[in-house]
């Protein structure tokens, strides 16, 4: 860990923990102090269950752990609880990213998401086997990357040095995605933001990326379109090159 630069944050997605970033942390801590939180229930914090398990336990937790002016970078399920952090307690932040997140991930009226249909069978899936469950939303993570088979064996591997996640994580973090909106508080955001796509990711289609714009003018987009849901895993450089790029212009800003 480098001990000069900007402080950056990385929180992961449902079923993950701080280990899906072990690949691509050498590629920004030449640049920035970098600190990873596991989601409440999940890798360190398996024990640290909120009661009731909602996004703004969530938020209230990791805001807590987080060090001062840092830019926060929320994957998948952590860009949900990052944009709650920017909503909630806007002043522990410089700047927000999110990495194939969303204000709502399931489909609804005129909305692109994940489909209802898919979400109940993970819920029906996670009683039988969360094992399996897990290597399947692996599987659709990285399901249009031209490396998808080698993105799930990184992924695989890196969170296997990791505990396995609490069950009621797991069960709450799945309804969280499934009725979570946030849609009506992201125009409140006023962290500089930035938010980054994957064209092939089917879990959050670019289909949505116009109707996020419209809710959150203020934030910056990009889309990357040769990568999925995990563009970390599948363009490590390129994802931390518009890191950097947008971490430092806020440090310029700051500074003029």
């Given at each position: 860990m480098?001990?000069?630069g900007?402080d950056i944050?990385l929180l992961?997605?449902w079923g993950?923990?701080s280990g899906?970033f072990?690949s691509f942390?050498?590629?920004?801590q030449?640049?920035f ?14 024990a640290?269950l909120?009661?009731p398990y ?9 805001a ?8 926060l ?8 609880v990052?944009q ?10 410089s700047g927000l ?6 204000p709502?991930f399931?489909?609804g009226?005129c ?6 249909d898919l ?7 996670l009683e039988?086997?969360?094992k399996k469950?897990?290597?399947r939303?692996l ?5 249009g990357?031209a490396?998808?088979k080698n993105?799930?064996?990184?992924i695989?591997q890196q ?8 069950e ?5 973090g799945?309804?969280i995605?499934a009725n979570e ?5 992201i125009?409140?955001?006023?962290t500089p933001t930035?938010r980054?796509?994957?064209?092939l990711?089917?879990?959050?289609p670019?289909?949505?990326i116009?109707r ?8 910056d987009?990009?889309?990357m379109p040769h990568?999925s849901?995990a ?11 518009i890191?950097y790029r947008?971490?430092?212009s806020?440090q310029h800003?700051r500074?003029s």
């Amino acid at each position: 860990m480098s001990n000069t630069g900007i402080d950056i944050v990385l929180l992961h997605g449902w079923g993950m923990n701080s280990g899906a970033f072990s690949s691509f942390i050498p590629y920004l801590q030449d640049s920035f102090r970098v600190t990873t939180i596991d989601l409440p229930g999940f890798g360190e914090n398996v024990a640290a269950l909120p009661s009731p398990y909602t996004v703004d336990a969530l938020a209230k937790l990791c805001a807590a752990q987080l060090p001062k002016d840092c830019v926060l970078i929320g994957w998948s399920l952590g860009g949900l609880v990052a944009q709650k952090i920017a909503i909630n307690a806007p002043e522990k932040l410089s700047g927000l990213i999110t990495i194939a997140s969303t204000p709502r991930f399931s489909a609804g009226h005129c909305w692109p998401g994940i489909a209802e249909d898919l979400l109940n069978m993970f819920e029906a899936q996670l009683e039988k086997d969360y094992k399996k469950t897990l290597e399947r939303f692996l599987a659709i993570q990285a399901m249009g990357s031209a490396t998808a088979k080698n993105d799930i064996k990184t992924i695989r591997q890196q969170i296997t040095d990791y505990p396995d996640p609490a069950e009621e994580a797991l069960k709450r973090g799945l309804s969280i995605l499934a009725n979570e909106d946030l849609r009506a508080q992201i125009g409140r955001i006023m962290t500089p933001t930035l938010r980054l796509y994957g064209r092939l990711d089917s879990l959050v289609p670019t289909a949505g990326i116009d109707r996020v714009c419209e809710l959150h003018p203020q934030a910056d987009t990009v889309v990357m379109p040769h990568a999925s849901h995990a563009p970390f895993i599948s363009h490590p450089q390129q994802t931390a090159d518009i890191i950097y790029r947008f971490s430092t212009s806020l440090q310029h800003q700051r500074a003029s």
